[in-house]
């Protein structure tokens, strides 16, 4: 117990907008070891693995629902040519991967293992094709050899690369950071590729695609404005453009600058609240994004789509400085705390979040020794498998005192305690995280509209910030049961410093 108590009210009769599943989607490039020695280690390896595919990185992402997996890039799908990556693997050709690192990119991952990777998962495929370097009948070829029944070229050759069933695919990306890596172009100039490719990348039978056109970065609120605008063009407001479905941008968590960004496991408390101001402009750009997006399509039809973002340090000492490779502490689980607090009240204009990336690169949920190939539930898996209940659950307002604790961070004044809570058959779910490097806090939930049984409690901490898990010593960082205690109305519940906490239960 501590003096300092928070009181928090959540009606839980009052549902809010659903909480799409998507919005805990993952993001795997062609990047580092991120396909190559973490998803897939080819069918010669002396690891377990299905088809190459590494079958205890799939059974730890089964256990957290991962709702769909975003490929093969990134800046690498703007210099992807599907057709380099299907058929017999000996006769792929092989590629420079100029983005990242320059090594070779064999082409053995491609599309027919990307999607035996996705079944494997039980998660939704989502594809970025590319506009930077490919050309529209590639695109369209390629949603064909896909998704189309029937005979047609693209069909027959599926046929003969051994697939027969079309498979389903909704998720499709235009393009990549089109401002930058994905071809360096206006504004306006994406637009109107993004309506081209849009247009004859084709619904095949019942497969109904889901179109995101590559949209800003960061705060860049012209980029969004000037897609809305392409949308407008036709109405949307009230018949949604046919070639596009949704815009997306990205934001990662740099509290340095892009030269140094700092490093993943040396840091102190100060640069730990300046990343928790980082992360938390999250919110903000999400407002922002929704704010231009409401003036354009105020019946929220076109989604809003954040298909990178996570924590960006520089790599790991010794390892390829374009391999993205680094360490994952407990300071990362509480940026991914916070985003998701921040996802959650967002849930009505925010279709879809990936984080980059799902294994070995940037803030990985899963790392693996490029050695001895053992694998680490990084701090940030904990956080996913804490908060799965959250998916496709309906969002519960969480209403706090003004005046709540807080640190001022250069001219920033940060929060330090942040709560989301959701409920999905007959269960409620909240989420509380303590910010603070050192000061303890109880939230005091006032459950109004209902009262939760069988609560069940864990908190995820370590005696540092700076903790994480390692082959030698995976469980550092890992959730363990926490003590919650009943009051007249609801429940206390004691967050020590730098702590993530979820209390679930019965609806009663
Ligand atoms: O996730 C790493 C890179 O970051 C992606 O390839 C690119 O889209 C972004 O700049």
Redesign the pocket.
Known sequence: MTDLVVPAVINLDVPGPVISRHLYGHFA?H?GRCVYGGLYVGEDSDLPNAGGIRLDVVEALRALDVPNLRWP????ADEYHWMDGVGPRDRRPVMVNT?WGGVEESNHFGTHEFMALCELLGAEPYISGNVGSGTVREMSDWVEYLTRDGDSPMVRLRRANGREEPWRVKFWGLG??AW??GGHMRAEQYAAEARRFGTYCRDHGGNRLYRVAAGANGDDYAWTETLMKQLGDLGCAHRPAPFMQALSF?HYTVPGSWEDKGDATVFDTDDHYRTMVAAARVDELLTGHSNVMDCYDPGRNVGLVLD?WGTWWNVEPGTNPGF?YQQNTLRDALVAALHFDVFHRHADRLVMANI??TVN??QAVILTDPDTGALVLTPTYHVFEMNKGHQDAASLRVDLPAGLPSREVGRASLTTVSLSASRRDGRVLVSLSNLDAAEAVDVELDLRGGAVADVRARVLTAGRLQDHNTPAAPDVVAPRPHEVSATGSGLRVPLPAHSFVTVEGRLA
């Not at 890039?73 to 690498?76: Q, V």
Request: aromatic fraction near 6%.
């Open positions: 490039e990047l890039g990134g800046c690498f983005h990549n950071e930058g890596c990205h990178e993205l980059a990336q690169v940037l």
